[in-house]
């Protein structure tokens, strides 16, 4: 059903379902605020759908449930059906990291009374929307000895939280005169950390106390930061927003919002004819590079082991494997906001409550390095929705020449696959409260599982 709104259309049953879905929603982002922790959330509830590690199997059949992480942060998962691989694969791919502010690699110091924390933003920000908000640390500092630590600071009720700093409206007369990218400037982005001076210290005395209390809480020195990766995130949980609790208001729906529906779609199916496959990756954010992004050669390798498992070891199983899938690139679109109508033509844009979106191309300037789906495909996509009665709609990020983005759709499609971006509409993207519609959650959970299976 192209471009009509759930809700009208939907039962109290449905309803229901709708919500019940979204419950367990909020607790992955809660919880998933960084890309390891969405990889250990997930293999959570793989391990409960009966998913097992690859490594820990000797052959591969039709029925097989598997997992592979990489590197902690990158996460593949298989159901494997009654085909052969070098028929293809169902896949679905979404990306686990969300912009937020990484820790420098020495980031502690003391100015004026106070002990700060020095960061570098990850991804794309508008810089002055992560002031003045509660956040929380999360991350690992790994040790010499190979001991890694885990750090969650702000999420408990009970536990500080930390932020960033703005001029108080009364002093601001030339801060305001800036324009909004030069406002808050990068590198004034750094962490309020402590106010405490060690006693009987001459130099640096905040520092010094902060450093004493992180040796008594994680038994480290100041040098280990060097090899830590700590990310600063809001802090708290997703919430249901609006009086009628239409939508979720919450930090990193882009692109964990699409990673669980597309992980629930996978997990939650029968054994199907294609091999159905979810892909959970780092990077995106940055450009999809590095050995955890889309980019990365893990995925290629992972196929190739997949096909050694079921006695196919030519290099020709391989590409064959790759070219005959076929994915959904689950990443979310630009919704509509009816307080910013002028970037966007309304007739090509997403709306909450319409359903899943198909982004046949994203980019910028001409729809340079998008992914420019084939419309022999899209036809096939818009048939499996009809087929299944589910709500969804197509949109483009925006008026032409407004601005842009990307996703990881172009770089699947390098393997000569048929790729097109389908997902969940965001409000406030990459804003530290992003909005979602609950409906729309659902409706992209039920179109991915309707792909899989066909
Ligand atoms: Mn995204
Ligand atoms: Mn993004």
Same mark, same amino acid.
């Given at each position: 059903m192209y471009a009509k709104n759930v809700w009208k259309d939907s039962t109290p049953e449905k309803n229901n379902k709708i919500m019940a879905f979204c419950e367990d929603y909020k607790e992955f982002i809660s919880v998933g605020k960084t890309e390891r922790l969405c990889v250990d959330e997930s293999i959570k509830i793989a391990k409960n759908h009966g998913y097992v590690e690859l490594n820990d199997i000797k052959s591969l059949k039709t029925g097989d449930k598997v997992y592979v992480v990489n590197k902690n942060k990158n996460i593949a998962l298989f159901n494997i059906g009654t085909k052969p691989l070098t028929d293809g694969i169902r896949i679905l791919g979404a990306h686990i990291d969300s912009p937020r502010l990484d820790l420098k690699q020495n980031p502690l110091y003391e100015k004026d009374g106070f002990a700060l924390l020095d960061t570098h933003y990850y991804g794309g920000i508008k810089k002055y929307q992560w002031v003045t908000i509660p956040l929380a640390i999360h991350g690992v500092i790994c040790k010499k000895d190979g001991t890694v630590i885990n750090v969650n600071i702000g999420e408990n009720e009970n536990d500080p939280v930390v932020g960033i700093s703005d001029l108080l409206v009364h002093l601001s007369a030339d801060q305001l005169k800036k324009t909004a990218n030069k406002v808050i400037e990068g590198e004034n982005l750094d962490v309020t950390f402590g106010s405490i001076p060690l006693p009987d210290t001459k130099k640096d005395a905040v520092k010094a106390n902060i450093l004493k209390l992180l040796k008594e809480k994680y038994d480290i020195e100041e040098e280990d930061f060097i090899s830590s990766e700590l990310e600063i995130v809001p802090a708290g949980k997703a919430r249901d927003f609006g009086f009628d609790r %239409?939508?979720?208001?919450?930090?990193?729906?882009?692109? =964990?919002?699409? %990673?669980? @529906?597309?992980? =629930?779609?996978?997990?939650?199916?029968? @054994?199907?004819?294609? @091999?159905?496959?979810?892909?959970?990756?780092?990077?995106?954010?940055?450009? %999809?590079?590095?050995? @955890?992004?889309?980019? %990365?050669?893990?995925?290629?390798?992972?196929?190739a082991e997949l096909l050694t498992l079921t006695g196919k070891t030519n290099y020709l199983d391989l590409k064959h494997a790759m070219t005959n899938s076929i994915m959904l690139s689950s990443d979310v679109s630009a919704a509509f906001d009816p307080l910013y109508p002028d970037v966007s033509d309304k007739k090509n844009n997403a709306f909450f409550g319409n359903g899943v979106v198909f982004n046949k191309y994203t980019g910028a300037r001409g729809k340079s390095s998008s992914n420019d789906a084939n419309p022999e495909y899209m036809a096939w996509v818009r048939n499996i929705m009809d087929a299944n009665n589910i709500h969804y709609q197509t949109s483009e990020l925006g008026k032409v020449d407004q601005g842009g983005g990307g996703t990881i759709a172009y770089i699947l499609g390098n393997y000569n696959m048929n790729v097109i971006d389908a997902g969940v509409p965001v409000l406030n993207m990459h804003s530290p409260m992003e909005i979602v519609s609950k409906a729309d959650v659902y409706e992209s959970y039920i179109a991915y599982m309707a792909f899989l299976v066909k």
């Amino acid at each position: 059903m192209y471009a009509k709104n759930v809700w009208k259309d939907s039962t109290p049953e449905k309803n229901n379902k709708i919500m019940a879905f979204c419950e367990d929603y909020k607790e992955f982002i809660s919880v998933g605020k960084t890309e390891r922790l969405c990889v250990d959330e997930s293999i959570k509830i793989a391990k409960n759908h009966g998913y097992v590690e690859l490594n820990d199997i000797k052959s591969l059949k039709t029925g097989d449930k598997v997992y592979v992480v990489n590197k902690n942060k990158n996460i593949a998962l298989f159901n494997i059906g009654t085909k052969p691989l070098t028929d293809g694969i169902r896949i679905l791919g979404a990306h686990i990291d969300s912009p937020r502010l990484d820790l420098k690699q020495n980031p502690l110091y003391e100015k004026d009374g106070f002990a700060l924390l020095d960061t570098h933003y990850y991804g794309g920000i508008k810089k002055y929307q992560w002031v003045t908000i509660p956040l929380a640390i999360h991350g690992v500092i790994c040790k010499k000895d190979g001991t890694v630590i885990n750090v969650n600071i702000g999420e408990n009720e009970n536990d500080p939280v930390v932020g960033i700093s703005d001029l108080l409206v009364h002093l601001s007369a030339d801060q305001l005169k800036k324009t909004a990218n030069k406002v808050i400037e990068g590198e004034n982005l750094d962490v309020t950390f402590g106010s405490i001076p060690l006693p009987d210290t001459k130099k640096d005395a905040v520092k010094a106390n902060i450093l004493k209390l992180l040796k008594e809480k994680y038994d480290i020195e100041e040098e280990d930061f060097i090899s830590s990766e700590l990310e600063i995130v809001p802090a708290g949980k997703a919430r249901d927003f609006g009086f009628d609790r %239409s939508m979720i208001a919450g930090y990193g729906h882009d692109d =964990r919002v699409c %990673s669980y @529906t597309s992980l =629930r779609a996978l997990l939650d199916g029968e @054994t199907p004819e294609y @091999t159905a496959c979810c892909i959970l990756v780092d990077k995106e954010e940055i450009g %999809s590079v590095g050995a @955890t992004g889309a980019q %990365s050669l893990f995925f290629e390798n992972t196929i190739a082991e997949l096909l050694t498992l079921t006695g196919k070891t030519n290099y020709l199983d391989l590409k064959h494997a790759m070219t005959n899938s076929i994915m959904l690139s689950s990443d979310v679109s630009a919704a509509f906001d009816p307080l910013y109508p002028d970037v966007s033509d309304k007739k090509n844009n997403a709306f909450f409550g319409n359903g899943v979106v198909f982004n046949k191309y994203t980019g910028a300037r001409g729809k340079s390095s998008s992914n420019d789906a084939n419309p022999e495909y899209m036809a096939w996509v818009r048939n499996i929705m009809d087929a299944n009665n589910i709500h969804y709609q197509t949109s483009e990020l925006g008026k032409v020449d407004q601005g842009g983005g990307g996703t990881i759709a172009y770089i699947l499609g390098n393997y000569n696959m048929n790729v097109i971006d389908a997902g969940v509409p965001v409000l406030n993207m990459h804003s530290p409260m992003e909005i979602v519609s609950k409906a729309d959650v659902y409706e992209s959970y039920i179109a991915y599982m309707a792909f899989l299976v066909k």
